[in-house]
């Protein structure tokens, strides 16, 4: 069993919908957990990180963790064309935070 | 500021054929990753260097070696190219390893092996 399940869709949404991208995990030691962006052929870009449990939120986009249910969601708001990517998950622990675990993303369709 | 840059882009092998990926980063960060990604699937490490001098396994580092030359660059070998190792790999770059730093990652080098 993997330590980082994301649901795999695709997903595709009209614009302006809210969408809801979630990530399950096994490893209790994870304490970062971090949302990352890639469009089609490039390399992925940290959207947002959050410590612990909680919400962290930055403009559209929405960053929750439940550590009691080990699972993370990321929400965007009012979606455009340009939110159309794959979405990653990734997570770590306290020791040797820098090195991830990934999950397998989730492809993100905004349809105009 | 060019940011991690990755040398080439684009490469076929033939299987038993060597080549080395080159990885720069202008950033000025302490630490530096290889990662491979599979259709349909998220990042996998292969290797990682905490510091200059330092290099460690990471989830798959079989078929490949590694080199941190010096602070900015660090590049991924594939001695014996395998049809298994047909793959996107990223490098990417952080502060440090033992904080959760944003990665940086580069545009990626898209390698076919026959």
């Known amino acids: 069993q993997k330590e980082v399940e994301q649901d795999p869709g695709p997903l595709s949404v009209p614009e302006g919908a809210i969408v809801s991208l979630n990530c399950t995990y096994s490893n209790s030691a994870f304490q970062y957990f971090m949302w990352y962006r890639q469009y089609s052929r490039k390399g992925p870009e940290l959207l947002m990180y959050t410590y612990s449990s909680g919400n962290k939120e930055d403009g559209r986009f929405t960053a929750q963790v439940d550590k009691s249910s080990k699972y993370i969601s990321l929400f965007i708001r009012d979606s455009q064309p340009s939110d159309s990517a794959t979405y990653l998950c990734?997570?770590?622990?306290?020791?040797?935070?820098?090195?991830?675990?990934f999950g397998d993303g989730t492809t993100l369709t905004v349809k105009p | 500021n060019a940011g991690v840059t990755q040398t080439p882009k684009f490469q076929v092998l033939k299987t038993g054929q060597s080549m080395t990926l080159q990885c720069a980063q202008d950033m000025n960060h302490n630490s530096m990753y290889w990662y491979r990604q599979d259709p349909g699937m998220g990042l996998r490490l292969i290797y990682y260097?905490?510091?200059?001098?330092?290099?460690d396994k990471g989830e798959v580092p079989n078929g490949y070696n590694v080199s941190r030359l010096n602070k900015r660059e660090f590049s991924l070998r594939l001695e014996s190219a395998a049809p298994s190792q047909t793959s996107v790999y990223f490098c990417?770059?952080?502060?440090?390893?033992?904080?959760?730093?944003?990665?940086?990652f580069g545009p990626g080098t898209r390698l076919t092996v026959l």
């Open positions: 990417a770059s952080s502060e440090r390893l033992n904080l959760p730093d944003t990665q940086y």
């Open positions: 990734a997570m770590s622990g306290n020791t040797n935070a820098g090195k991830s675990t």
């Open positions: 260097s905490a510091s200059e001098g330092t290099t």
